[in-house]
C-alpha cells in the first residue's frame, strides 16, 4: 500500500499533481489542512480516498477539523496541529496523540517535514508542497508505504 501524505498546499495545486505524478499510482492520499478551497482538485485528481481536514486557513471550510482512522494495523489521528501549539513544539501533540491511543499522528502547520518514530508513536508532518519553510527551502511531502508484513515506511521526498 502507497500513501501520499502532503500538507499546507495554500490553493496552489500545481507542485500537489507533480508530488502525485511522481509517485503514483497511490492507494490513498491524506492532506494534513490549509487547503484553502481546493478540496475537489485534491480529491478528484487523486483517483483513491483521500482523507482531509481543515487548517487554519480553511475558514469557511467543511472538513472536519480532526480525523482518526485505520491505514492497515495503524490508528491514525489526523489534524492540522494549530491547536496543539506544534509551532512551539510537538511534545502537547504528542501527549494528545497517546491519550487517544493513536499508533500515528500526522499533522501540518509548521510547513516543516518531520518522521519521529521516538516513543512508541509515530509523528508525521510532510512539510509544504508551496510555502516550505525548512533550511533547503524545497517543497516537501512523505511516502508512506505498507510493505508485505503490514510495517510502515515513511520517506520525506523533495520536488
Not at 18 to 23: C, I, M, S
Request: aromatic share 8%.
Amino acid at each position: 500500500m502507497r500513501i501520499l501524505i502532503v500538507s499546507d498546499t495554500h490553493r496552489q495545486n500545481k507542485n500537489y499533481l507533480k508530488a502525485l505524478g511522481k509517485v503514483e499510482p497511490v492507494d490513498m492520499v491524506i492532506h494534513c489542512g490549509d487547503v484553502e478551497g481546493s478540496e475537489y482538485v485534491i480529491s478528484e485528481s487523486a483517483g483513491c480516498p483521500v482523507e482531509m481536514v481543515a487548517g487554519n486557513n480553511d475558514y469557511f471550510s467543511e472538513l472536519p477539523r480532526e480525523k482518526e482512522f485505520e491505514i492497515g494495523k495503524y490508528r491514525v489521528w489526523l489534524t492540522h496541529g494549530h491547536n496543539y501549539y506544534v509551532a512551539m513544539g510537538n511534545e502537547t501533540l504528542k501527549e494528545e496523540a497517546r491519550a487517544r491511543g493513536v499508533d500515528i499522528v500526522m499533522f501540518g502547520h509548521t510547513h516543516k517535514p518531520v518522521v519521529d518514530t521516538s516513543g512508541g508513536l509515530t509523528v508525521i508532518n510532510p512539510g509544504s508542497l508551496t510555502y516550505p519553510r525548512q533550511s533547503n527551502r524545497r517543497p516537501s511531502y512523505i511516502l508512506m508505504e505498507l510493505d508485505e508484513d503490514g510495517e510502515a515506511h515513511f520517506s520525506i521526498c523533495y520536488l
